[in-house]
Every structure is written in structure tokens, then in C-alpha cells.
């Protein structure tokens, strides 16, 4: 059976950077869109990021524009996320999910095909 793996979360000064990885195994993209969420305690789990396998295109939210990216490695099934310039309210845990869409578009996790269980990020001022 399909799961996808988060990894690389962390404690980190504000300031700070982390990469995260999110590692598919038992299948493969297939040309899904690649999602970010993530959900801060007390609050709704939120889109951060996407990425096309096909393709390589984008999209960030706009907190996390200029300081996050986003890319893949399709021949490990592997999706990262390069996360700079860290701030407290970038605290959350980060979960990675398959959409059941080829394009980055509405990012509802409901939509969503596989999710990993999340890696928490940490920062302090």
C-alpha cells in the first residue's frame, strides 16, 4: 500500500532554514499534483505549496513567497521543501499530499489522494 513519508522538521531559530523531504513509496506520483499543507496549533490546516511532476510549475502562498521552495526529484519520488528566513508563525506541523489533480489549483485537503503524518517545525524567536 501507497504512504508518503515527511522528514526533516525541526527546531530552528527565527532567521534559520530547513529543508523537508516527502519520500512516496508502494507507488508513484503519476503526474499528480505534489502539495504542502500545514497546520499551526489552534488553527485550520492551510495550502502552502505545490509542484507539477510533469512540468515543474509552482505556486506558493503568499506567506511563504520568496522564502519557501518547492521542487522534486521524480526518478526517487521525492518531493523537498526548502524553507529560509524562517519566522515563529511558520510553526506548524508540514504534511505533504498527492492531489487527485495534475495542476495546482485549489489545494483542498479533502482532494487529497495519499498524506504523510507530518513532520513538526519549530521556530523561536
Known amino acids: 500500500e501507497g504512504q508518503l513519508v515527511e522528514s526533516g522538521g525541526g527546531l530552528v531559530q527565527a532567521g534559520g532554514s530547513l529543508r523537508l523531504s516527502c519520500a512516496a513509496s508502494g507507488f508513484t506520483f503519476d503526474g499528480y499534483a505534489i502539495n504542502w499543507f500545514r497546520q499551526a496549533p489552534g488553527k485550520e490546516r492551510e495550502g502552502i505549496s505545490c509542484?507539477?511532476?510533469?512540468?515543474?510549475?509552482?505556486w506558493y502562498k503568499d506567506s511563504v513567497k520568496g522564502r519557501f521552495t518547492v521542487s522534486i526529484d521524480n526518478a526517487n519520488n521525492t518531493v523537498y521543501l526548502q524553507m529560509n528566513s524562517l519566522k515563529p508563525e511558520d510553526t506548524a506541523v508540514y504534511y505533504c499530499?498527492?492531489?487527485?489533480?495534475?495542476?495546482?489549483?485549489?489545494?483542498?485537503?479533502?482532494?487529497?489522494?495519499?498524506w504523510g503524518k507530518g513532520t513538526l517545525v519549530t521556530v523561536s524567536s
Open positions: 499530499a498527492v492531489d487527485s489533480t495534475y495542476y495546482c489549483v485549489y489545494l483542498e485537503w479533502d482532494d487529497m489522494r495519499y
Open positions: 509542484i507539477t511532476p510533469a512540468d515543474g510549475i509552482t
